[in-house]
């Protein structure tokens, strides 16, 4: 199999790596860079568990080779916030339940913040148009409405 | 009793202590955990629905460099299987046809799906790449997916063994008689009721690590019963069973999916015991939806009978379910739970259930969420809203006119329900609903060209499961117990970790059984860990499902930790000289009553256990740790009483839910938050069956929703908001009162969505519809047309005069 380069910057750190030109940004991602809070959920691009922001805007990295990200900033949900200190989002899916497996957190998450940066003070129904590329089981969307509403009151850095 | 006087944790609307893992990416789920030398392992799966395998040539696929293995179904003596697949129910006297059922099909493929052999070696890519070198030449048989089909004369047989599609006959009922009672009653309503196929679909696939480790084994894996898993691995690896670990690291959802013991769990074992590799595998969407099992798919034939002032006298479901290819843990099981709520709220005469167990070329059905209770409460609630209809009835009046209100309350069928207000739950709801504001916005709607509708469903659930003398061998059948064990230890600076037979994966208990811990002795929940999901440490437990983890292992908690407390307060006693019951807890301390400044806080205790001196009462054992197993004297019985609004186009059929509003009783709320979680949960799984979600084969048995795109599994933009409360009975079963609410939005919701719908059409002459609601459907329904075709069980709809439009 063929190799090919990859360099990119995730959660500000440079990383070169020889990939299987095949390889999507997630496994890379994940098996490569051991970044593993990015999930999968499906095969066909459909649930967003893998959204993470590439250049700035919220993508589903099942959805884009490893190459195709050569050159690209990546922010992962590793990059977000630590438990000591929690990105806005993070705490208010943390204050409103906004969460249960976790599973489909991080890309909740990353799919959240790339509408506040572009609407900082969505309706119920731009949230959820926002978001329904994001599949959940657990929590009904209920509470994951209500804590992006809350980050939008606090406010989220762009 | 040592609970605090006055609890300080449980009852508040407590942050989860495991969502920063959760939140910030470090969770560990099982893909997230490679050990070193990891070896991938790729399913071949049957395309066929049923056939013969003529020949499977591996040799391809064995010549690549980067293959390993490659094992079929002609391996499992080698690799050391000694058994089939488990089934665990086996009700006494009645004959089960239990087909072997082995990891990896041999001779014969039953479903599209069926595993036929396991590629194994370096990659995740280049392992799908030489499954795909793997050919398998099937020689195509019959094959049946419609459930009423499989039972007529000159069907195909999934079975040749059997001659026949019948698994087992299996029936409850009590009372007085059924037929003499419903000959004498005024109004009989039958209706033939169609519960659709589903997915569990947890957004986390299921996915195995397997590693050989000495003389024994580990495994990982996405499971909600990891107890089970051992247990069956040892059983038929004939591993002894100290020697095998199971881990369920962090689960993303399980929904029932994952109360399973699975051929690919006691594969990857056998294959990385034999190849002395670590081995993972990590199921992709397309296979969940294919070959992890499926739930509901019954057709029920009810008749509900009432006299003409709406007494009710009896209610007769005859079932016919679709168990699928195989039998997998609890296959059988499933209808038969439902049977046991299927009195509902009401004061029936006579209750009798009728169920048979159909094979067909499917993926077989187990439990999801709800587990045969969804199906029971859909038919009765439905039913309930046709009566009323038949009767010229309001139909909530029907409904409380035949409330059990006295608890504990027997039904026909000698079960006892354990408490409830069935009237109290419904009056709040109705606080909460508004109906002359309903019949406004009715009209509004109605003046721009659109149904609204309002359904109600008030429902009871059996959950708790379970007192093990009832569900066990010479009861229900199951083989085994279910209660729940648990273990609280102290340490030496006052922190505590317990260890619970459950095992969450989404719930919250990390954070209630510490809320719990906490007010019993007098502690922060935040230095109260919870541990689970992990064989090698704790007791043998008994897993999450059937909303028993609170009920059952929550009680487990409270006996362990009251016997912890007990202990401290013989040892406080005894240095402050004062009587062990004249010892408290209040304040962060056990004190002696009356002076709360003479007190020692759990350290101080811990420490004098820790170090005992000459003080130590005489004989006691040092150290603050205990142990508990809890087995219930009965299940216990949430109820409550849910209203949905709903408005349809009917230019399109399309239906908008504009208000979802649930009143649940689970007892005494522990963590109020967590539990409308759980209901707003519920209800999504249910609006999601009602409205969008449907397991479809053709009549070949292909299956034709077996992704994302095609499974309409609901988004954000699909479901509304919606408006919880709850009213607290506590149950007499177990120390905390409560009872179950994982399951209850979904046991409720089906009914809700549906009697709305009809209700909104009912004005256009719908009188009747089986989900799901499609706009399709509601489209046809009505233009009284049909066009669907297919190789399930199909749903109809029915229009004034009760003229059967459609099959």
Redesign the interface.
């Known amino acids: 199999m063929p190799r090919a380069s990859v360099s990119l910057e995730v959660n500000g750190t440079r990383y070169d790596r020889e990939v299987e030109p095949r390889l999507l940004l997630v496994h890379l991602l994940r098996d490569e860079l051991g970044l593993t809070g990015t999930h999968v959920g499906c095969d066909t691009s459909n649930c967003g568990a893998c959204t993470c922001h590439v250049n700035g805007e919220a993508v589903k990295s099942c959805t884009l080779l490893a190459v195709q990200a050569d050159g690209a900033q990546v922010t992962t949900i590793e990059g977000m916030g630590s438990e000591g200190d929690l990105h806005p989002l993070q705490e208010a899916f943390w204050d409103n339940h906004g969460l249960q497996c976790g599973y489909c957190t991080p890309g909740m998450i990353m799919a959240s913040a790339d509408l506040l940066a572009r609407n900082p003070d969505p309706s119920e129904a731009e949230i959820r148009e926002a978001l329904a590329g994001n599949l959940c089981r657990c929590t009904g969307y209920h509470n994951i409405v209500k804590s992006v509403q809350a980050a939008a009151k606090v406010g989220v850095p762009s | 009793m040592s609970v605090a006087d006055q609890p300080k944790f449980v009852g508040q609307p407590m942050?989860?202590k495991?969502?920063?893992?959760?939140?910030?990416?470090?969770?560990?789920?099982v893909?997230?955990i490679?050990p070193q030398g990891t070896l991938w392992c790729t399913f071949v799966r049957s395309s066929e629905a049923h056939a013969r395998i003529v020949s499977i040539d591996t040799s391809l696929a064995e010549q690549r460099d980067d293959v390993m293995a490659v094992f079929t179904g002609e391996d499992m003596e080698a690799l050391g299987i000694l058994d089939a697949l488990p089934m665990a129910w086996v009700p006494p006297g009645v004959e089960v046809r239990n087909a072997p059922h082995w990891p990896l099909a041999s001779g014969e493929v039953n479903f599209v799906g069926d595993p036929v052999a396991v590629v194994i070696g370096e990659g995740?890519?280049?392992m799908q790449d030489a499954a795909e070198e793997v050919f398998v030449e099937y020689e195509p048989l019959p094959a049946v997916t419609d459930i009423e089909r499989a039972l007529q004369d000159g069907s195909a047989i999934v079975h040749e063994e059997f001659g026949t599609n019948e698994v087992h006959q299996w029936s409850l009922g009590g009372g007085e008689d059924l037929e003499a009672t419903l000959a004498a009653s005024d109004v009989v309503v039958e209706r033939r009721v169609v519960n659709h196929r589903i997915s569990g679909?947890?957004?986390?696939?299921r996915g195995v690590v397997a590693e050989p480790r000495g003389t024994g084994l580990t495994l990982t894996s996405s499971t909600q019963v990891p107890h089970f898993v051992r247990l069956f691995l040892a059983l038929l690896l004939g591993e002894s069973e100290e020697k095998v670990r199971v881990i369920a690291p962090?689960?993303?959802?399980g929904?029932g999916a994952k109360l399973q013991v699975c051929g690919e769990e006691i594969l990857l074992a056998a294959c990385a015991r034999k190849l002395t590799r670590p081995l993972k595998w990590?199921e992709?969407?397309?296979e969940h939806m294919m070959v992890t099992h499926h739930g509901r798919d019954q057709i029920a034939y009810v008749r509900m009978g009432a006299k003409r002032d709406g007494t009710l006298t009896a209610i007769h479901s005859r079932i016919v379910a679709d168990m699928g290819a195989y039998l997998m843990l609890l296959t059988p099981t499933i209808p038969a739970l439902g049977a046991f709520v299927m009195s509902g709220c009401y004061k029936f005469a006579a209750v009798q259930t009728d169920i048979t167990g159909v094979y067909t070329n499917k993926c077989p059905t187990d439990a999801i969420r709800g587990a045969g209770r969804p199906e029971a409460t859909h038919m009765i609630e439905v039913c309930m809203d046709q009566l009323a209809d038949e009767l010229g009835m309001d139909r909530l009046e029907l409904r409380r006119k035949n409330f059990f209100t006295e608890f504990p309350a027997e039904t026909a069928l000698g079960i006892v329900y354990d408490s409830g207000n069935y009237h109290g739950t419904l009056d709040k709801l109705l606080e909460h609903f508004d109906q002359a504001a309903f019949e406004q916005e009715k009209q509004d709607a109605a003046g721009r060209g659109r149904l609204r509708g309002v359904g109600f469903s008030t429902y009871t659930e059996i959950c708790g499961l379970a007192p093990s003398r009832v569900t066990g061998p010479q009861g229900f059948g199951l083989q085994t117990g279910l209660w729940e064990s648990a273990m609280v230890r102290v340490h030496f600076t006052g922190a505590v970790t317990a260890y619970t037979g459950a095992s969450p994966?989404?719930?919250?208990q990390e954070t209630t059984f510490a809320q719990v811990i906490a007010d019993r002795l007098g502690v922060d929940p935040a230095n109260v860990e919870i541990m689970h999901g992990d064989t090698a440490s704790g007791p043998h437990g008994l897993g999450t499902y059937g909303s028993r983890t609170t009920a059952v292992g929550g009680e487990a908690i409270v006996r362990a930790t009251n016997k912890v407390a007990d202990k401290a307060k013989q040892i406080v006693a005894n240095l402050l000289e004062a009587a062990p019951e004249d010892i408290e807890v209040a304040g962060g301390k056990f004190s002696v009553k009356g002076s709360p400044e003479k007190g020692m806080t759990l350290a101080e205790v811990a420490g004098a256990a820790f170090i005992p001196d000459e003080n130590w009462p005489e004989g006691m054992e040092p150290g603050l740790e205990e142990t508990a197993f809890f087995d219930p004297s009965n299940f216990v019985f949430p109820f409550g009483a849910h209203a949905c609004v709903v408005e349809v186009d009917p230019e399109t059929g399309d239906v908008d839910v504009i208000r979802y509003v649930a009143v649940d009783d689970c007892g005494p709320a522990i963590n109020p938050?967590?539990i409308?979680?759980q209901v707003?949960?519920?209800?999504?799984?249910s609006?999601g069956q009602a409205l969008y979600e449907r397991i479809h084969y053709d009549e070949e048995g292909q299956l034709i929703t077996g992704?994302?795109?095609d499974y309409c599994?609901p988004?954000?933009?699909?479901?509304p908001?919606?408006e919880t409360d709850r009213t607290e009975t506590p149950s007499p079963v177990n120390e905390l009162g409560v009872k179950g609410i994982g399951e209850a939005?979904t046991i409720a919701a089906t009914a809700a969505v549906t009697n709305a719908v009809i209700d909104a059409l009912r004005p256009a002459g719908v009188t009747y519809m089986d989900m799901p609601l499609t706009p399709n459907r509601i489209w046809e329904a009505l233009r009284g047309t049909h066009t669907e075709t297919g190789g399930g069980s199909s749903g109809e709809a029915r229009r004034d005069g009760d003229r059967r439009e459609t099959q």
């Not at chain 2, 994966?505 to 919250?508: N, P, S, T």
């Open positions: 942050r989860r495991e969502d920063p893992r959760l939140l910030t990416g470090r969770a560990r789920y893909d997230d490679t995740r890519y280049a679909a947890p957004i986390e696939p962090e689960v993303g959802g929904f990590i992709t969407r397309s994966h989404g719930q919250g938050k967590l409308d979680g707003h949960g519920g209800i999504a799984h609006l992704t994302f795109v599994l988004s954000a933009a699909d479901l908001s919606y939005g």
